[in-house]
């Protein structure tokens, strides 16, 4: 079992106007295992992604006090891509366009290099779980030959983000609104894949402001946040 | 070292530079040119300052025949036809006999079909009075490819053209490749250039490609001369009508480079895409031109030109699209991208439109920029290292060209090249 840890986290932003810095999370604190699934909810604006994003390692976010942990390692020293080779995802709202790279090169690369000790995947196996995973998820192969994210609908990339998912095996996925501009029948995909994923060695933690997706994907905890700060943790009945 | 700008030539060089049992009417073509070559300017390449470059420091000596290393021999396979220095050493024309198809040295297409070579040769294309350098490019040619495809022959299989500088000791390089499309042909042509050896001869590599009506021709080129040659390029093309010419350029040298590319668009409707990707490492100068010009009705010409730079190199793209009046309905856009990766570097894109005509759509874009955090920390997000990611972001802002090199083997070399001067580049590190 693994353990994610987040405890007294303050984190600021420089804001891009008066390039000022911003405090937005005031001491979040936050303890998942692997095998567990967690939702945070709140309104727009109260640092739910801020968090996700530090939890990543973005870099345009500063912690001034707190830690996280991973295992009772602190997070903080490290890059973002040495966290992704140690477990975590982050399902990104706003996953970015690349032209001139395919979905499938990349995905590769990604499966590969997280990886490392076991070495790389060889291609038929790679493409074996590719397809199954895009079964899964009601995708055409034609998605995975397209430039990464390049001119996907908004419900295309999320489902692309759970693909990724889906083929790292992260230990920890933190899913940032995968369910906003999702119609049903999406959101149902979507949610199809999450519960696919889960085991005693996944943890999912999921952002969203709407409590139509904890519908599909039943969460053991939910945390409110305002302002933030988590302001109140309970089991699933407190999204009603 | 003497810089271009001095240089006086031998007239000597005319006569080295002469072909076996060369027609009067070639030698006389050569005198003319090098005599007017003394007057003419020599090109402008707008921001790309070159007077010092040796570019016409050539020799004489009197070559021995070296014999030919492993590292070319291995790569003959690939090729339909390869010239070493001034010697071809592989062909492969029996593939296309059948058909009319005519490749040969330039020394043996001079030899066999000297009139068709006559009414060709600086006829269309590249204007020898244009400036110094095409002149002496006419007047000191030394080698060269000829490729005739008939009217109404369509070629399946691409020709693959493999030119080598033989720098393996002092010896003049003046390459060029003329390319003739009959009526109603459509082919496709690789060449790739490299240099073989690591004395410092500067190399000229002209091509011309002559596109009859309602012809269709790819012509794509991997360029990777050595780090010592300091190089000049002008490739060509001239359209009759409903003829289409798409290029896609490589330029992945290691030393000095100027290049000049320019498509004429005579023939009503037709037209070209001009797309090159340039890397510049070190501390490299590349200053590419790139132009399309218009003088049909209903012509379209479309230019794109992306590319990176490292360390302290420089590389310069000049878009010109020029549309003459008279020529209706004619279409000319462009864009020019640039990505640094190095804060040392000096990139530089400069759209110049000039339009005699109301009747036209034209239009352009320019970039220079830094690499996109946003995509490299997506990346890197999924456990790419940063030096993967900024890889794969620099592979993706040139795949965009690279996506449209037709010939599978031709894609991959251009990645691998790619791959190659990325991954020795000290600053990404
Ligand atoms: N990169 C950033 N630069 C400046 N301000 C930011 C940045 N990211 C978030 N913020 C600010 O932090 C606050 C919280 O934003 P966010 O974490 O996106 O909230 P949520 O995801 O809960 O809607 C907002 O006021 C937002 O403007
Ligand atoms: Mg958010």
């Given at each position: 079992m693994a353990t994610l840890k987040v405890s007294n986290l303050h984190v600021s932003v420089n804001d891009e106007e008066d390039k000022k810095s911003k405090e937005i999370l005031k001491g979040v604190n936050l303890e998942m295992h692997t095998g567990e699934t967690h939702a945070i909810m709140g309104p727009n604006g109260t640092g739910k992604s801020t968090l996700s994003e530090t939890i990543m390692g973005n870099p345009n976010y500063h912690i001034t006090k707190g830690s996280i942990e991973l295992d009772g390692q602190d997070l903080s020293t490290m890059t973002v891509d040495q966290r992704a080779r140690a477990g975590l995802f982050l399902a990104m709202q706003y996953p970015v366009e690349i032209k001139g790279i395919t979905n499938l090169e990349f995905i590769r690369t990604a499966v590969n290099v997280t990886r490392n000790e076991q070495g790389p995947l060889p291609i038929k196996k790679f493409l074996d779980k590719l397809k199954e995973n895009l079964g899964i998820l009601n995708m055409s192969d034609k998605m995975t030959e397209r430039y990464l994210n390049e001119g996907f609908s908004g419900g295309e990339k999320k489902r692309n983000e759970i693909l990724q998912m889906m083929m790292i095996k992260p230990k920890f996925a933190i899913l940032d609104e995968i369910d906003s501009g999702l119609d049903i029948d999406a959101l149902q995909v979507v949610a199809k894949g999450v519960n696919h994923m889960l085991s005693p060695n996944f943890g999912v933690l999921m952002i969203t402001h709407y409590q139509r997706l904890l519908n599909y994907i039943h969460p053991d905890q939910v945390h409110v946040m305002m302002d933030g700060r988590i302001v109140k943790t309970g089991d699933a009945s407190l999204a009603e | 070292m003497n810089g271009i700008k001095h240089a006086v030539l031998d007239p000597k060089f005319v006569s080295a530079a002469k072909f076996d049992q060369e027609p009067d009417w070639l030698s006389e073509m050569r005198n003319q040119a090098f005599e007017k070559s003394q007057d003419l300017p020599l090109p402008v390449f707008a921001k790309v300052n070159y007077s010092s470059w040796p570019l016409l420091e050539f020799s004489t000596k009197k070559q021995a025949d070296l014999e030919i290393p492993k590292s070319v021999k291995d790569q003959l396979a690939d090729y339909t036809f390869v010239n070493l220095g001034n010697r071809n050493i592989k062909n492969e024309l029996a593939n296309f006999l059948s058909q009319g198809v005519i490749l040969c040295s330039m020394a043996d297409a001079i030899k066999n079909y000297g009139d068709l070579v006559q009414k060709y040769l600086y006829q269309f294309a590249i204007d020898p009075n244009e400036d110094r350098l095409t002149a002496i490019n006419l007047a000191l040619m030394n080698n060269g490819t000829f490729l005739y495809v008939p009217d109404n022959?369509?070629?399946?299989?691409?020709?693959?053209?493999?030119?080598?500088?033989?720098?393996?000791?002092?010896?003049?390089?003046?390459?060029?490749?003329?390319?003739?499309?009959?009526?109603?042909?459509?082919?496709?042509?690789?060449?790739?250039?490299?240099?073989?050896?690591?004395?410092?001869?500067?190399?000229?590599?002209?091509?011309?490609?002559?596109?009859?009506?309602?012809?269709?021709?790819?012509?794509?080129?991997?360029?990777?001369?050595?780090?010592?040659?300091?190089?000049?390029?002008?490739?060509?093309?001239?359209?009759?009508?409903?003829?289409?010419?798409?290029?896609?350029?490589?330029?992945?040298?290691?030393?000095?480079?100027?290049?000049?590319?320019?498509?004429?668009?005579?023939?009503?409707?037709?037209?070209?895409?001009?797309?090159?990707?340039?890397?510049?490492?070190?501390?490299?100068?590349?200053?590419?031109?790139?132009?399309?010009?218009?003088?049909?009705?209903?012509?379209?010409?479309?230019?794109?030109?992306?590319?990176?730079?490292?360390?302290?190199?420089?590389?310069?793209?000049?878009?010109?699209?020029?549309?003459?009046?008279?020529?209706?309905?004619?279409?000319?856009?462009?864009?020019?991208?640039?990505?640094?990766?190095?804060?040392?570097?000096?990139?530089?894109?400069?759209?110049?439109?000039?339009?005699?005509?109301?009747?036209?759509?034209?239009?352009?874009?320019?970039?220079?920029?830094?690499?996109?955090?946003?995509?490299?920390?997506?990346?890197?997000?999924?456990?790419?290292?940063?030096?993967?990611?900024?890889?794969?972001?620099?592979?993706?802002?040139?795949?965009?060209?690279?996506?449209?090199?037709?010939?599978?083997?031709?894609?991959?070399?251009?990645?691998?090249?790619?791959?190659?001067?990325?991954?020795?580049?000290?600053?990404?590190?």
């Amino acid at each position: 079992m693994a353990t994610l840890k987040v405890s007294n986290l303050h984190v600021s932003v420089n804001d891009e106007e008066d390039k000022k810095s911003k405090e937005i999370l005031k001491g979040v604190n936050l303890e998942m295992h692997t095998g567990e699934t967690h939702a945070i909810m709140g309104p727009n604006g109260t640092g739910k992604s801020t968090l996700s994003e530090t939890i990543m390692g973005n870099p345009n976010y500063h912690i001034t006090k707190g830690s996280i942990e991973l295992d009772g390692q602190d997070l903080s020293t490290m890059t973002v891509d040495q966290r992704a080779r140690a477990g975590l995802f982050l399902a990104m709202q706003y996953p970015v366009e690349i032209k001139g790279i395919t979905n499938l090169e990349f995905i590769r690369t990604a499966v590969n290099v997280t990886r490392n000790e076991q070495g790389p995947l060889p291609i038929k196996k790679f493409l074996d779980k590719l397809k199954e995973n895009l079964g899964i998820l009601n995708m055409s192969d034609k998605m995975t030959e397209r430039y990464l994210n390049e001119g996907f609908s908004g419900g295309e990339k999320k489902r692309n983000e759970i693909l990724q998912m889906m083929m790292i095996k992260p230990k920890f996925a933190i899913l940032d609104e995968i369910d906003s501009g999702l119609d049903i029948d999406a959101l149902q995909v979507v949610a199809k894949g999450v519960n696919h994923m889960l085991s005693p060695n996944f943890g999912v933690l999921m952002i969203t402001h709407y409590q139509r997706l904890l519908n599909y994907i039943h969460p053991d905890q939910v945390h409110v946040m305002m302002d933030g700060r988590i302001v109140k943790t309970g089991d699933a009945s407190l999204a009603e | 070292m003497n810089g271009i700008k001095h240089a006086v030539l031998d007239p000597k060089f005319v006569s080295a530079a002469k072909f076996d049992q060369e027609p009067d009417w070639l030698s006389e073509m050569r005198n003319q040119a090098f005599e007017k070559s003394q007057d003419l300017p020599l090109p402008v390449f707008a921001k790309v300052n070159y007077s010092s470059w040796p570019l016409l420091e050539f020799s004489t000596k009197k070559q021995a025949d070296l014999e030919i290393p492993k590292s070319v021999k291995d790569q003959l396979a690939d090729y339909t036809f390869v010239n070493l220095g001034n010697r071809n050493i592989k062909n492969e024309l029996a593939n296309f006999l059948s058909q009319g198809v005519i490749l040969c040295s330039m020394a043996d297409a001079i030899k066999n079909y000297g009139d068709l070579v006559q009414k060709y040769l600086y006829q269309f294309a590249i204007d020898p009075n244009e400036d110094r350098l095409t002149a002496i490019n006419l007047a000191l040619m030394n080698n060269g490819t000829f490729l005739y495809v008939p009217d109404n022959v369509q070629l399946k299989d691409p020709i693959k053209l493999l030119t080598i500088q033989d720098s393996r000791q002092e010896e003049m390089f003046i390459d060029h490749t003329l390319i003739v499309a009959g009526k109603n042909s459509r082919f496709n042509v690789f060449q790739r250039t490299e240099t073989i050896g690591d004395i410092a001869n500067p190399a000229h590599l002209t091509a011309e490609i002559i596109a009859d009506q309602d012809s269709h021709v790819q012509y794509n080129s991997l360029d990777c001369l050595g780090p010592k040659t300091y190089a000049y390029f002008n490739r060509k093309g001239h359209l009759k009508e409903d003829a289409r010419i798409d290029w896609a350029m490589g330029i992945f040298n290691n030393g000095s480079t100027i290049a000049d590319f320019d498509s004429d668009l005579y023939g009503v409707g037709s037209h070209t895409e001009m797309q090159t990707v340039a890397i510049s490492t070190g501390r490299q100068t590349q200053g590419l031109d790139t132009q399309v010009t218009n003088y049909g009705r209903h012509t379209e010409g479309n230019i794109l030109q992306i590319g990176v730079l490292l360390d302290s190199s420089t590389l310069i793209f000049n878009g010109i699209g020029k549309i003459i009046h008279g020529a209706h309905g004619s279409k000319a856009q462009q864009e020019n991208r640039i990505l640094m990766l190095s804060p040392k570097a000096h990139g530089d894109a400069n759209p110049i439109l000039l339009i005699d005509e109301n009747d036209v759509i034209a239009g352009h874009a320019a970039s220079v920029g830094q690499i996109n955090k946003k995509q490299l920390y997506y990346l890197m997000s999924r456990g790419l290292s940063k030096e993967v990611a900024q890889r794969l972001v620099v592979r993706g802002f040139l795949g965009v060209v690279l996506s449209n090199v037709p010939i599978p083997a031709v894609r991959e070399q251009m990645v691998a090249m790619i791959e190659r001067k990325l991954q020795n580049d000290p600053e990404s590190k």
